[in-house]
């Protein structure tokens, strides 16, 4: 439990005053304390800006710069990217499943050591305490509504797996004039898109859909990684001043890789019906609280993102990251008052996308069409690669892919590495992008002193490419940071590059010994490759990541490797590793 902030205590100062240490800290409380309060009441808790979260392998992660605000309403910055390895982060030896929480926590780095005297004889004290942050994991479960949507909202768990979880959310009062929104949000962690039939049809005395019928969705969906928001409309016809909002097992149903699944926790629950102003009456609810009844104090700071993990044995593999829905984000008024101005210039168009409005993380079959795309035909972007501190001569880094945003069809993408070096007699940093051949260009440095091979693989039916580099001699760096470009010729030109078939994994036999690293590669032949799901079967024969990184069991075995083609389950090929044990081997990598 956190400590309360309120009420306030300040000194009170008077003529010949002797201050105590005590005195200065309480002067100082007082300040942080009333500052804390106001932004805890002003922006909320949680994301403001930033703080989006990559993989960058196996073992570690990118958090990118960005502003959050805590339950004590305090600001935690991170001002530059952070690289964290899994293994290393508070909570990580007291996770049990596949999917965790990543939370920035608050934190402070004692500088400026010095030792005092007191009655106990000399003592280690520190004179700054410089406000910085931590991470955290925790595990995985459904984040738990501030109290003021507590108050506001009723959320209830229809349907959980290891793939995705169905939330339903309903406003605690409903109105007997006005229409509102039962929603159901779906929270997908699998790593590919999931095809879904939903079926819900709650029972609701006194409502109706837009139709005039009851309200129901009956849906084909495909649900990307994150949250989707799927909202049901109710409309008012003769509601009595107590609605019973009831769910039985009949009346919810999901459909999933052709098996079909059903409610697992029924839901029955009273809803006051109001006559007047449905805002007048949300606020006589919240009105009649106290600030303690209202204040949001979660002790381990604010989520960032969703981690899903592999494990097997006593390893663990970080496997992806799952972003948090806009729903667990904190307002910055100044942004969106600066944007609402600059969309004031605009005519009103339906087809635009307000900052106020959620945009669908998928679209719905049947059901209207997605959100087109941007049209713009350039888009640029950065990513960061892992070096891990020393990366060999000849060793291959690769990106994960990266949505271009200009749509499917043929883009051509290039890109180069941003080389950030400080300006001397200033705190600032500078930014150049080495194009071409680094090692033609001096570096103030000195950081590459030879080329990299580089490589692009585009997918032009998703909308997606990858980036890939290799060191020609020694790189010492902690990471390397890349900046590209992608574009479509302005003529409209159709893509006429065939897709390939998947004939073989590269190694497809290959003896290591436990415990060994292996890198398959997907072969194909007659076009252009498509993405691979990799999968082995048994746990006690190693594991495979989603990049075809297998890692072998620590025991002598045969282990087979099957790649297929993502939506293609007749394209799929096998490769065979045999781990041999010999006594005084280590273990090695491949």
Known sequence: MQKQLYPFVKNRYFQKKRMRAVDFERDQAFADHKLSFLNHWVFGTGVAFGLGVQRIDSDSLLVEPGLAIDAQGRYLIVDEPAICRLRTLDGFRALQGENALLWLCYQEELLDPMFVTDSEGQSAQYAVAKERFSFSLSEESMLPLSPVERVLLSEHILYEDDELRVVQSIPRILSATESCQVQLYIQCFSLESLELNLYYSPNIPGFSGTDGQPPKLNLQLRVEKGETKIPLWLQPVQPAQVTWIVLHETGFSLEKRGVCFGLQNPFQEEFPTVNGSIFSAFAAKLNGLSPQELW????????????????????????????????????????????????????????????????????????????????????????????????????????????????????????????????????????DLLLGDVSLFEQVSGSYDRDFDRGVRVHPEKGTFELAVRPRTDLHQSSIRLRWFAWKPTENIQATVPNGVLCRLEPDIIHVHPGAIVAFTPIFTGGTGGTCDFFVEGKRNGVITRDGIFTAPNRACLCQVHAQVRGKPEERVHAFIIVEVEEGNEQNSV
């Not at 900052?355 to 998928?362: I, K, N, T, V």
């Not at 209207?368 to 060793?395: D, I, Y």
């Not at 990266?402 to 080389?419: A, C, T």
């Open 296 to 431: 949001d104090n979660q002790p381990l700071g604010v989520p960032i993102a969703g981690i899903k993990m592999i494990r097997y044995d006593d390893k663990v593999l970080l496997d992806d990251i799952v972003p948090l829905g806009v729903r667990h984000q904190a307002s910055v008024p100044i942004l969106h008052e600066c944007l609402r101005r600059v969309l004031e210039r605009f005519q009103e168009n339906p087809n635009i996308i307000h900052p106020d409005c959620e945009q669908p993380q998928s679209g719905a079959i049947g059901n209207g069409e997605p959100h087109p795309l941007p049209t713009s035909q350039v888009t640029t972007g950065s990513v960061v690669l892992n070096t891990a501190g020393h990366t060999k001569t000849g060793s291959i880094l690769t990106s994960d892919e990266i949505i271009h945003m200009l749509g499917p069809g043929m883009v051509y993408v290039s890109f180069g590495i941003e080389h950030i070096y400080p300006v001397v007699n200033s705190e600032q940093n500078r930014t």
